[in-house]
Structure formats: structure tokens, C-alpha cells
């Protein structure tokens, strides 16, 4: 009975006393209806051939498998693929939001540097460990903030969150492909 009504107190008090920050738009590269990162780096040195194969080798070293990879393309220094992250946010009451984020990593090698593009990114959220994972891309997510009007196939939102909560999750997105990122430059360079 005690913890209950600590309990009680305690949600009572975070619902009385919190104070709604407005949460800042998400800084993410959000242009002509899509969310893509691209990103080119320098690698004095290194042949399209060196860098083509430590493209195909970072799929495998990050995801454990190269069953990820959809197109090689060696003539043109091409690797895409599949990637699955996980991502924390804060979601209400300071409470972990764990989702799994889903992306297509195109890595585009040539002499002395490449090119990253990270895109098709799709936030996976399962409520309830009894219910299915609901998928949403990020550029619902987005147009939702923006106030746009957002309907799957069946005719519903498919955005799991409020707009807060969405703001939190795509804020979050940068961190998490800023490792990306650095977990290919890493293999990419040899450092």
C-alpha cells in the first residue's frame, strides 16, 4: 500500500509539476520529401579497388554476415546494402524508447576517396513485447512534425509517437549515423 502511494505521488507530481519544453525541430537533411545523409571523403593513396573491398569488408565486420549487401558493383566502385541499428530516445516520463532503425548504405568508391549515402532509414517500435514491431519511415515522421497529413496503404497514420516523441527519435538519428559514418571511415582508412 506505501509504494502505491508513492506511486500515486510520484506520477501525480511529474504530471502536475513537468513543464512542457517545446522540443526544437529535428537538424536533420530533410529535402524534397526525403531524409538522406551523404557524406564524401579524401583517402590520399588508396586505389577504387582498395577502397571497393573495404567497402564489402565493413558490411561484413558491422553486421557479421555479407548477406546484407543487395548490389556490388566493382567497374563502378558500388556496395549497397542493408544495415540495422538500435536507437534510445527519451520518450514520456524519462522513460527508454528502444527502437531498431533500418537503412540502405550506398558506399561508392574511386581513386583517392568515396561517398556514403545513407537513405530509406525506417524506424521499427514494438510497444509491447506481446505485439508486433511497427514500422515507420522517417520521412513520416518528419511530414507528421510538419503537420502534413501521413497514411500507410490501410489508411492510418503509421506514426507510433506523438509529435514529440518524434522529434526526440529523429533527433537522435544524427548520432546514430554519425557512427555509422565513423565505423565506415575507420575500415575505409585502415585506422
Request: aromatic share 10%; hydrophobic share 35%; with cysteine.
Amino acid at each position: 500500500m506505501r509504494k502505491l502511494f508513492l506511486l500515486t505521488f510520484v506520477l501525480i507530481s511529474q504530471i502536475t509539476f513537468a513543464q512542457k519544453k517545446k522540443l526544437e525541430m529535428p537538424n536533420v537533411p530533410f529535402k524534397n520529401g526525403e531524409i538522406v545523409y551523404e557524406k564524401s571523403y579524401n583517402v590520399a593513396g588508396q586505389s577504387a579497388d582498395q577502397l571497393y573491398s573495404n567497402s564489402e569488408s565493413w558490411f561484413v565486420k558491422r553486421y557479421k554476415s555479407a548477406e546484407g549487401i543487395e548490389t556490388k558493383d566493382k567497374p563502378t566502385g558500388k556496395v549497397i546494402g542493408n544495415g540495422t541499428e538500435f536507437l534510445t530516445f527519451d520518450g514520456p516520463f524519462s522513460t527508454d524508447v528502444d527502437c531498431k532503425v533500418k537503412m540502405m548504405i550506398q558506399i561508392d568508391s574511386k581513386d583517392g576517396g568515396y561517398n556514403v549515402r545513407i537513405y530509406n532509414i525506417v524506424y521499427g517500435y514494438q510497444s509491447d513485447p506481446t505485439k508486433e514491431r511497427e514500422f515507420c519511415k522517417a520521412e513520416d515522421m518528419m511530414n507528421y512534425i510538419l503537420g502534413q497529413k501521413v497514411k500507410n496503404a490501410e489508411g492510418y497514420n503509421p506514426v507510433p509517437f506523438n509529435k514529440n516523441n518524434s522529434k526526440r527519435a529523429l533527433g537522435k538519428l544524427n548520432g546514430l549515423i554519425d557512427n555509422v559514418m565513423a565505423s565506415i571511415n575507420q575500415t575505409m582508412t585502415g585506422k
